[in-house]
Each structure stands twice: as C-alpha cells, then as structure tokens.
C-alpha cells in the first residue's frame, strides 16, 4: 500500500537519493544537497511516496515572489517531481500535485509555476504556458554592431570576481526585473545556494562562471553571467561563450553586454539558452541573421484562485469581461487600472480552459491565438476586448529554471 504525505527530516537523504536517480545523476554528483534543500525548501513542502517503507516518488514546493503586470505575486514553485519507472499509472504524480496545491493554498499563494521536464505532463493539471524563452546562438565573428541611434554607447564593462558579484549582482538584478513578470524575487539564500553554487562536474568541461558589470556614470546598469568552452580545429578557435544570465535595467546596457560579448576573443559562438523573447540582439547587429532563434516553453503556471490572482494585476485599459472556467462563472470589473473579480451566477460571454487562464495572465499570450487553437471560445469581439484587458506591453520573462 502506498503512503504519500510530507517527508521528516531524516527522510530528507533518501528524498534527494530518489530524486537525483530518477532524473539519472547520482548522489555522490552532489554531497552538499541535502542542506540546501533544508535551506530553501520549508519544513512540510516537500512530499514523497513510500512503498512499503521505500521512497518511490517526490515533490517539492519553492516559496517563490514571482513578478506580474504591475507588481508580484506569491507563487508555489512546484518542483523536484519524480516517479520511479517502477511506479508510474498509480495516481501518484495526481496526489503529490493535489497536496502541493492543497499546501499552496494554506500558504496564501494563489498560483502555481513550474518548469516541465515533459510538455505533455501538467497541462491535464491546468498549467498552461505562460512565458516562452528564446535559445540564441550568435556567430560573432566579425559580426557589425548597428544599434539604433537612440542607444547611448557610454558604459564601461568591468570583469569583477565573485566576491565582488555576490556583494553587487542582487541589487541590479532586482532594480532589472522590477517591472518584468514572470521574472522570481530572489532571497539571499536563493542567491547564495542557487545563483552562486555550482558543481565542477556539471559544467561539462566549461569554465567557471563569469561575471562583468556594466556601468554607466559610476551607476551599475546590468551585469553579464558566463562560462567559457575552448575548442579548436585546425589551429583555428571555435569556443563558445555560454551565457548564464544577461541583465540589464534599460537598453543601452544590454547593447553595451551584447558588445563586449562580440568582443570575446578565440570565442566566436555565443550561446543562450533562456533568452527573453524581447531581446534587442536582433536588432542591433547588421547582419541579423547572425543570430538564429529557437523558442520553447518555459515557465507554466496554474491560477487556483482566480479572484486573487486577476485583482492583484494591474491592467492598461479598464473595461469589463464574464468568463467561465469549468462551469463557474466569474465577473472581470476593471477600472483606473485595478480589478475586480467576483463569481457570477449570469452567463459566461467567453469559456475558457484553465490553461488558458495560466496563459494570459502576465500578458504575453495572446487570448485569440489560444481561441484558435481551441483553448477559448466566444465571440469575435469578446475574445479581442479580453485581448486588451490581459495585454501587457513588457514581454514576460523567467531567466532560470527552479
């Protein structure tokens, strides 16, 4: 019989065991885990399946500020989800995510994010994507920088150590993201055991990271995060510059990052696997074809509390829109900007799927597109006053996996 419920303490070596081996690592790969785990996860957020006594499965839930339009929003980062091959068509996966939401819930946490290792797994959970990244990989030999002539070119890239990131990347990284949704709120412990901790054997034969500062008038206006990987062939350089994370507070910095990034000598490919779909890149190389784009899925959330979540957004026109999602109906009034969402018993003018909701929310997912595909359903004009209340003229962006 199996028993599913939050794990002790002593159980918490046996959770990570579990959890390293069914993503296929080890647990040797990294000895340190089991505290950072009891850093960053809160007493009772994580749950496991037992059977018989032996662990078979596990979940966990990160308490996560994630960004939304004019503001944030407290999220349950659900994460570390696994089941053993052993146990997969149980209802597992089904109970670990109901007490995830059920524990979201008695947190005040109206909505639920995660990354997917599998696409096909949470949208039947009413997760639905809402923020995409961009893969780059920029060929920069020789390659013409051609920014616009409103971008200023008077800030100074400094290389600095790490000493010196841990003391001044926070503060520019929350000045950045300030007004990006989807973007996560970091704690210190979230800089220190995830943004700064790193194993040498998962760098797969890169350097460590490093880091550079933009300023600009002695103010720090972004920060750029890589590793580097040597190669050459017939005695000529062909390394790639791996990005981490590229920040920046307005244009100008990121056209300054993007810059000294061309300038990387013995380095012609520059590579980024969560890029924000915004990026100025493309627009102010010459050649923009230099840089080849492939989008994927990122960061997919669940709204549990509909009225929570739509008042605490903000909203650049006002007007008014009764949804329906799963046979309740709920009344959309937004004026000067600010919401309010109450159940109705009138009928609906628009059906949604609860993906769909997920989707729209931070306002980077267009409700027509989603009508198309079969996600909505309503009249033309409907569907486009939604359109305007949901839009969001920040793409969002979730510039790492949790």
């Known amino acids: 019989m199996l028993d599913i419920r939050p794990i002790t303490d002593s159980e918490l070596d046996a959770f990570r065991d579990c959890l390293m081996t069914t993503f296929g690592g080890d647990g040797s790969d990294d000895p340190g885990e089991a505290a950072r785990l009891r850093a960053l996860i809160a007493p009772g957020r994580a749950w496991a399946a037992f059977d018989a006594g032996t662990l078979v499965a596990t979940a966990g839930s990160y308490a996560l500020p994630v960004g939304i339009p004019g503001g944030t929003l407290a999220m349950a980062g659900l994460t570390m989800v696994t089941v053993r091959p052993t146990h997969r068509r149980r209802g597992i996966l089904r109970e670990l995510i109901r007490l995830h939401l059920e524990d979201a819930r008695g947190h005040g946490e109206p909505i ?18 809402a923020v995409e990244a961009d893969t780059l990989e920029v060929d920069t ?3 013409a920088m051609a920014p616009g002539r409103h971008l200023r070119d008077d800030a100074v890239c400094e290389w600095v150590d790490e000493a010196a990131a841990r003391e001044r990347l926070p503060a520019i990284y929350a000045r950045a993201v300030a007004d990006r949704p989807g973007a996560l709120g970091r704690s210190d412990v979230w800089w220190r055991e995830r943004c700064f ?18 300023e600009r008038a002695g103010e720090p206006v972004g920060y750029l995060v890589y590793r580097q990987r040597r190669r050459f062939e017939a005695g000529r350089p062909h390394g790639t510059t791996q990005i981490v994370e590229l920040i920046a507070v307005d244009p100008p910095a990121e056209a300054s990052l993007w810059r000294f990034i061309a300038g990387i000598d013995l380095f ?15 627009w ?5 074809r230099r840089v080849a784009r492939r989008r994927t899925d990122a960061l997919w959330l669940r709204v549990d509390d509909v009225a929570a979540a739509l008042a605490a957004r903000r909203y650049q026109v006002d007007g008014e829109l009764r949804f329906a999602i799963g046979g309740t109906t709920w009344q959309l009034v ?3 900007g600010r919401a309010h969402c109450t159940q109705v018993s009138a009928a609906p003018e628009l059906d949604l799927a609860l993906t769909a909701l997920g989707s729209v929310v931070l306002g980077g997912v267009s409700l027509a597109q989603l009508a198309r595909a079969g ?3 309503g009249a033309a004009d409907v569907i486009a006053r939604a359109d305007r209340l949901f839009a969001w003229p920040v793409a969002p962006w979730c510039p790492e996996l949790f």
């Open 268 to 282: 012609p490919t520059a590579r980024w696997e969560h890029a924000p779909t915004d990026t100025i890149l493309p």
């Open 375 to 377: 996600h909505a359903a």
């Open 141 to 143: 030999r020789g390659i």
């Open 112 to 129: 639920s994010g995660l990354w997917a290792s599998e696409a096909t797994i949470y949208g039947r959970f009413g997760y639905g994507i």
């Open 334 to 336: 937004v004026s000067g």
């Open 284 to 288: 102010i190389v010459a050649d923009p």
């Open 197 to 214: 901790f790193e194993l040498s054997g998962a760098r797969g034969g890169s350097s460590r990271r490093r880091y550079v500062i933009v």
